[in-house]
């Protein structure tokens, strides 16, 4: 792959992230072919190599986006509201993520484990809003990839 392809490549991500912010969602590659004016096998070849290098995070054997990290694809339990927006993160560590990301103030709403009730969550100057909560996470880091919908 010449150095041009992957240059354009990174600027495929960017257009990505642009869209989920944008538009709440991921583009699909035909979507992303159109308005790049890029040949549609390209840009399947460009999201297949973004997933293969963690740049995002493809539906196993599709090419639909299920992660843009730190945004999911699918509704999750975490919700962040910010700028007339809401969007899904992956995890409570994604939802602080998009605010800062997007560098704004936002408001999370969260689903405890099991479903059960909701906290909210407010960020503001870059600080958490009265609250004591504590995040867990289940499995460390390095073990992440091993099944990323799952962690």
């Not at 699918?74 to 927006?85: D, F, I, K, N, Q």
């Not at 993520?97 to 103030?105: E, H, K, M, N, S």
């Not at 479903?115 to 504590?134: A, F, L, N």
Request: contains cysteine.
């Amino acid at each position: 792959m010449s150095d041009a392809d992957q240059e354009l490549f990174w600027q495929i991500r960017h257009f990505i992230f642009s869209t989920i912010v944008e538009r709440e969602r991921p583009p699909t590659t035909g979507e992303t072919a159109f308005a790049l004016k890029l040949d549609r096998e390209f840009v399947q070849s460009a999201y297949q190599w973004l997933n293969d290098k963690h740049a995002l995070f493809l539906d196993p054997g599709t090419l639909n986006v299920r992660m843009a990290h730190p945004f999911s694809a699918l509704p999750t339990g975490y919700r962040v509201h910010t700028s007339g927006h809401t969007y899904y993160a992956n995890c409570a560590w994604d939802s602080f993520g998009i605010l800062a990301a997007l560098r704004q103030d936002g408001v999370i709403e969260a689903t405890r484990i099991g479903g059960q009730d909701t906290i909210t969550i407010e960020v503001s100057d870059d600080h958490v809003k009265g609250h004591d909560e504590v995040i867990h996470f289940l499995l460390p880091f390095a073990q992440w990839y091993d099944d990323l919908v799952f962690t």
